[in-house]
C-alpha cells in the first residue's frame, strides 16, 4: 500500500473511533492536503555543499538565493562542493540555467542525446559538452538564437571562431542577452520602445541593444533585473553569483512555469514513531502545518533504519535557515516557514523563516493595563523594542492621541502572542511584511514599572474605518467565531485582543449579560464588523441576582 493511501487509512480510522468515545472528546482536525517527501533528498543535499558559501558566513548577500535556486537543482556546483560564484556566466550556461529554471533540464536532456547520435564518430564530444548542447537545440527551436548562431555554437572548435562574428557559446554572456532569454522564457510581455519607462533611470539606457531594450524594460519593471548604482551594463558578463540572484528575483516566474505552489505558515506539532520490522526499523514523521489561511497541512515522511539508527532508504525535506542546508530534523515546533509543493504532492523545500510567538492560550491571564494603536515603523530586534509612529492610547473609550514625539518605542515582552492578519507570526515577519501597517498593542507592566508588550495584532488595514460600540453580551458561537449583542452581532478572529476584568482571556469566558466596548472594523459583512479589540466588565454579582429575579 503506498503510504499517502495508508496514511488516510489510519487518519479515517482514528476519526471513526475517536467518535465512538466520550462525547466531550474533541475530534482530531482533518488535513486540508497531505504531503510526502523526496526520495533525493540526501542526494541533492551532498550536491549543494558549498564549502566556498558557508565560508563567507550567514549575512554573504548571495547566500539564500545559491541555497534557495539549489534546493530546486536550478543550480550546481563545480567539483568537490565549490559553488565559485565569482566565475563568469558563458552564453551555454546562461541558457542551461534559465531552461532549468522553467523545468526544462529533461527536453535538453533528450536534444543533446539526438544531436550525439547524429555525429559521426570523429565529431563526438566529451559528456558534459554533449549535455550543453542540448539546451542550445531547445534555444533554436524557440527562436532565442538563430540557425546560424546553433551552428557556430556546435562548431567543434570553437577558438577558430571569430567572437565578434560569431556565436561563441563558451564565451561570456552579456546581461542584455540573458535579459532577452529570461523574459522570453518567463513570458513576459515586451515593452514597446514609446512605452518604455524603467530604463530611462539607469545612465548607460543608450548603450542598449534596441532590439533587447523592450525585454529588459518588462524584466526591470518585474524588478527581476535591478542594475547597480544607476548603471544597467547592459554589454558586460555577469557572475554566477549574480545570475542565480537574477533568478531569485524571478522566482514566482519559475515557480509558476515549474507547476510549483509556495505556501506559507508554522510548525504547530512534530509528531514521530517508530515501528520494529522483522529486519529494520520504520520510523514516520508527521510534521502538522498552520497554514496562512488557517487550514492545517500534513507532511508524511517515512524512514527505514537499521537497529543502530541509520538510515537505509528515506523520504526526506531539504530545509533552509538556521545554518547550512539540511534536512527535516532542523525543523521545530512554532519554526515559521515557506515551503514548495509539486504537483505530485511532495515537499522540494522548506525554508526557515523565524519563530512564532505565543499563543493566546499561552498568556492568557496575563493582567493588560494599557491597550494602544500605533503604525509600525521598524521591529529592533537586537533590542527587542517595537518602533512606532502616530501612538494612541484607548482609556474611557476612545482614542487620545500621544503627540510628544514622532517615534516611540515599545519594548517586547519576553512572552509575546504575534498575530498578522489573523495569523500567528513571527517578530521578525513584521520587518518584511508590516511596514508602515496598523498594529494594536496590548501591554503589561513588569516589576519594574515598565511596560512591555505581551500582544501585537497587525493588520493591512485603515485605522480610519474602524468603529466603536457599547454592548452586552448576548451569546459566543465558538464555530462561526461570532459574538452575539444585545444590539449587534459581531466576528472575532485568533488576532482579536479580549480583555475581560483587565486580563487577557479567550473568547469562551466571556458569559452572557458581560459589558463590552468593541472596536471593530468593516469586512464583507457591514452588519458583523470584525472586532479588533473587545473590553469586558464581567456582570456583577447584584446584577445576576437581579438576572435571576426576572
Known amino acids: 500500500m503506498k503510504p499517502i493511501l495508508k496514511y488516510v487509512l489510519v487518519l479515517l480510522l482514528l476519526i471513526i473511533f475517536t467518535f465512538n468515545l466520550v462525547p466531550v472528546l474533541a475530534a482530531p482536525e482533518i488535513p486540508s492536503n497531505i504531503y510526502m517527501g523526496n526520495g533525493e533528498t540526501a542526494q541533492i543535499l551532498k550536491n549543494i555543499e558549498f564549502h566556498d558559501v558557508e565560508s563567507k558566513g550567514e549575512n554573504f548577500w548571495a547566500r539564500n538565493a545559491i541555497y534557495d535556486m539549489a534546493a530546486l537543482s536550478i543550480i550546481k556546483g563545480y567539483g568537490e562542493n565549490y559553488f565559485n560564484g565569482s566565475a563568469p556566466v558563458t552564453r551555454v550556461q546562461a541558457l542551461a540555467l534559465i531552461y532549468r529554471a522553467i ?8 536534444a543533446a542525446k539526438i544531436i550525439e547520435q547524429q555525429r559521426d564518430q570523429e565529431g563526438r564530444i566529451n559528456t558534459i559538452e554533449a549535455w550543453a548542447n542540448g539546451y542550445l537545440q531547445l534555444a533554436v527551436n524557440d527562436g532565442l538564437i538563430t540557425p546560424q548562431q546553433f551552428s557556430d555554437a556546435l562548431a567543434y572548435d570553437q577558438s577558430a571562431l571569430e567572437h565578434d562574428k560569431s556565436f561563441v557559446k563558451t564565451a561570456p554572456a552579456q546581461r542584455q542577452e540573458i535579459g532577452e532569454w529570461m523574459a522570453k522564457l518567463l513570458g513576459l510581455t515586451p515593452i514597446a520602445h514609446d512605452r518604455q519607462t524603467a530604463l530611462n533611470y539607469f545612465n548607460d539606457r543608450n548603450e542598449i541593444d534596441p532590439s533587447k531594450a523592450p525585454y529588459l524594460e518588462a524584466l526591470v519593471r518585474e524588478k527581476i533585473m535591478n542594475g ?38 508554522y510548525i504547530e506539532e512534530i509528531q514521530t514513531t517508530t515501528q520494529p520490522q522483522i529486519a529494520n526499523v520504520l520510523k514516520t514523521v508527521l510534521i ?40 527535516s530534523s532542523r525543523l521545530k515546533e512554532k519554526d515559521e516557514i515557506s515551503y514548495i509543493i509539486d504537483k505530485q504532492n511532495h515537499v522540494r523545500m522548506i525554508k526557515i523563516t523565524g519563530t512564532v510567538q505565543n499563543t493566546i492560550a499561552e498568556i492568557e491571564n ?25 501612538l494612541n492610547k484607548l482609556e474611557e473609550e476612545r482614542w487620545n492621541p500621544l503627540i510628544d514625539k514622532q517615534f516611540t518605542e515599545v519594548a517586547i515582552g519576553g512572552q509575546i502572542a504575534v498575530y498578522g492578519d489573523g495569523r500567528l507570526r513571527s517578530l521578525s515577519y513584521i520587518n518584511s511584511n508590516y511596514t508602515d501597517c496598523p498594529v494594536y498593542i496590548a501591554v503589561t507592566q513588569g516589576n519594574d514599572g515598565t511596560e512591555k508588550a505581551v500582544f501585537l495584532s497587525v493588520k493591512n488595514i485603515d485605522h480610519n ?26 466576528q472575532y478572529n485568533e488576532d482579536t485582543i479580549i480583555l475581560k476584568n483587565g486580563k487577557l482571556v479567550t473568547a469562551d469566558k466571556l458569559a ?30 447584584a446584577s445576576k441576582e437581579n438576572v435571576k429575579k426576572k
Not at 496575563?366 to 503604525?375: D, F, G, L, M, S
Open 103 to 110: 523545468g526544462k533540464e529533461k527536453e535538453a536532456l533528450e
Open 465 to 490: 474605518t474602524e468603529d466603536g460600540y457599547s454592548d452586552s453580551v448576548k451569546s459566543v458561537e465558538a464555530d462561526t467565531r461570532k459574538i452575539h449583542g444585545e444590539n449587534k452581532t459581531f
Open 366 to 390: 496575563y493582567p493588560i493595563v494599557r491597550i494602544y494603536k500605533a503604525n509600525i515603523y521598524v521591529y529592533d530586534e537586537y533590542n527587542s523594542k517595537l518602533i512606532v509612529s502616530e
Open 228 to 265: 547597480n548604482n544607476g548603471f544597467l551594463y547592459p554589454a558586460k558578463g555577469i557572475s554566477r553569483e549574480e545570475m542565480v540572484q537574477v533568478l531569485k528575483n524571478a522566482e514566482r516566474f519559475i515557480l509558476e512555469r515549474q507547476g510549483l505552489a509556495l505556501k506559507y505558515g
Open 512 to 541: 452572557a449579560g458581560d459589558k463590552m466596548y468593541i472596536v471593530a472594523g468593516e469586512n464583507d459583512n457591514p452588519e458583523e464588523p470584525t472586532a479588533h479589540i473587545i473590553q469586558v466588565q464581567e456582570k456583577t454579582a
Open 288 to 327: 502538522k502545518i498552520r497554514n496562512i489561511d488557517g487550514k492545517q497541512d500534513h507532511i508524511l515522511l517515512e524512514k527505514i533504519c537499521d537497529f543502530q539508527g541509520n538510515n537505509l532508504t528515506q523520504q526526506d525535506i531539504i530545509v533552509l535557515g538556521r545554518g547550512k542546508p539540511a534536512d
